[in-house]
């Protein structure tokens, strides 16, 4: 059983920044395509930022510039570092990998930005 664990969010005023870490359990994490995902409230899921396992990256349009995705393999883990904060971009973040069938989502962390 895949177990995610997100963790790093918090409130930050706009301009700020913060690093989310997601520790992923019960995979083999290096070959599997990682991707942060936000849910803002009344909104869908939407994918922000992925990576392959061999380290390419893509970006949404809203978060390109700003937003970071990096993993590293012997921990088990995905980053997201995020700079020039948005109020727009307060939502709950959550990682899976980037597939089809999605693993069982963790609980998220929680990003608020204040204006």
């Known amino acids: 059983q895949v177990q995610l664990v997100e963790s790093g969010g918090g409130l930050v005023q706009a301009g700020g920044s913060l690093r989310l870490s997601c520790a992923v359990s019960g995979s083999i994490f290096s070959i599997n395509a990682m991707g942060w995902y936000r849910q803002a409230p009344g909104k869908q899921r939407d994918l922000v930022a992925g990576?392959?396992?061999?380290?390419?990256?893509n970006y949404a349009d809203s978060v390109k510039g700003r937003f970071t995705i990096s993993r590293d393999n012997a921990k088990n883990t995905v980053y997201l570092q995020m700079i020039s904060l948005k109020p727009e971009d307060t939502a709950v973040y959550y990682c899976n990998q980037v597939h089809l069938y999605a693993w069982p989502w963790g609980r998220g962390t929680q990003v608020t930005v204040s204006s």
């Open positions: 990576i392959t396992s061999g380290g390419t990256t």
